[in-house]
C-alpha cells in the first residue's frame, strides 16, 4: 500500500480501541471488535497473501460472534453506565497509550521489518488492551481485553514470520479465548441470583 491508504487502517484501529475503552455496552464492544479485526486483517495483508490475512479476519469476527451469541443466551442485562470520571480516565490513559504509541514506533521499526503505521496499531492496540484488562472486572471485558492484546501482537508476528502453520495456531488460540470467555460468561450469569 502506498501513501495514506496505509493510515486507513491505523484510524480503525484507534477508533476502535477508544470505542472499547469508552463504552460498557456489549453490543457496542462486539462491533468495536469486529471493527478492530478489520483493521488487523488490513495491516496483516500488507505482508501477508490475502488468503493466509483472512484468516485473521475470519479467526476474529468468529470469535466476536462466539462472545456475542453467548452474552444473548445469558440474557445479560446492560451494565449500568459507568460514573464519568471513570469513563475521563480511561479515555486520558488512552491517549496517553496513544502517544506513546505513535513515539516508540520508529524505534521499533529499526527492529521489526513492517510499516510504520502497523508497528503504530500494534503497540496502540496491546497498550489498549493491556488498559483494558487493568480497568475491569467484567468477564466480557476482560475476554476482550485479552483477543485485543492477542491481536495486536498478530500485526507485528505477521511481519516477521508467514507460516500457515503458525497463522492455523493463532487462529485457534483467538478461538479458544473466546470459547473460554463464553464458557465463563456462562458460568457468571448462572450464579447471579434471579
Do not use: C, H
Not at 27 to 35: D, G, S
Not at 112 to 124: D, E, H, K
Amino acid at each position: 500500500m502506498a501513501g495514506w491508504t496505509s493510515y486507513i487502517p491505523l484510524l480503525l484501529a484507534i477508533a476502535a480501541s477508544l470505542s472499547l475503552l469508552w463504552t460498557n455496552r456489549w453490543r457496542y464492544n462486539i462491533a468495536a471488535m469486529a471493527v478492530l479485526y478489520l483493521a488487523v486483517f488490513w495491516f496483516v495483508s500488507q505482508v501477508w497473501p490475502i488468503g493466509l490475512a483472512s484468516i485473521k479476519l475470519i479467526a476474529g469476527w468468529m470469535a466476536a460472534a462466539m462472545l456475542g451469541a453467548s452474552v444473548t443466551a445469558s440474557e445479560r442485562p446492560e451494565a449500568a453506565p459507568p460514573v464519568l470520571s471513570s469513563r475521563i480516565f480511561r479515555l486520558v490513559a488512552g491517549v496517553f497509550i496513544l502517544i506513546l504509541a505513535i513515539s516508540a514506533a520508529p524505534q521499533a521499526a529499526e527492529w521489526i521489518p513492517a510499516p510504520l503505521p502497523a508497528i503504530t496499531a500494534s503497540l496502540l492496540i496491546m497498550g489498549m488492551g493491556l488498559l483494558q484488562l487493568s480497568t475491569t472486572f467484567d468477564p466480557l471485558r476482560v475476554i476482550i481485553g485479552l483477543l485485543t492484546i492477542l491481536s495486536g501482537f498478530e500485526i507485528i508476528y505477521a511481519a516477521v514470520v508467514s507460516s500457515v502453520l503458525v497463522t492455523g495456531l493463532l487462529a485457534l488460540v483467538t478461538l479458544g479465548l473466546a470459547l473460554a470467555g463464553a464458557y465463563w460468561l456462562s458460568l457468571t450469569t448462572s450464579e447471579e441470583p434471579v
